[in-house]
């Protein structure tokens, strides 16, 4: 069983920063894939950002460039950075788990966090 608990959202303005931080409990933290999802309102859940367990990377077309996902084994975390913010980049965050490998789906993921609003003004 794998808890994930996402902070770090908010209110910003475009071209701001922000960083998402999900924290996971439980000690095979390692073996996960974990990936960042968003949804709008009135959209559909998309990956924006993915990491797996040995750290291969995946990104979105509409992110590439401005966010980066990492990960902290020692603080069993991952991050995303997000940088140039945009309108269209308001939603809200989700973090999720699978073992090993990344996937694009969402019914593909095993954990999910509750998510964490993040809201570009212009």
């Known amino acids: 069983q794998v808890q994930l608990v996402e902070s770090g959202g908010g209110l910003v303005q475009v071209g701001d920063s922000l960083r998402l931080s999900c924290a996971a409990s439980?000690?095979?933290?390692?073996?996960?894939?974990m990936g960042w999802f968003r949804q709008a309102s009135g959209k559909e859940r998309e990956l924006v950002a993915a990491?797996?367990?040995?750290?291969?990377?995946y990104y979105a077309d509409s992110v590439k460039g401005r966010f980066t996902i990492s990960r902290d084994g020692a603080k069993n975390t991952v991050y995303l950075q997000m940088n140039s913010l945009k309108p269209e980049d308001t939603a809200v965050y989700y973090c999720?788990?699978?073992?090993?490998?990344?996937?694009?789906?969402?019914?593909?993921?095993?954990?999910w966090g509750q998510g964490t609003q993040v809201t570009v003004s212009s």
């Open positions: 999720a788990a699978r073992p090993f490998i990344v996937s694009r789906l969402p019914g593909e993921y095993d954990y």
């Open positions: 439980g000690r095979t933290f390692s073996s996960y894939a």
């Open positions: 990491i797996s367990s040995g750290g291969s990377t």
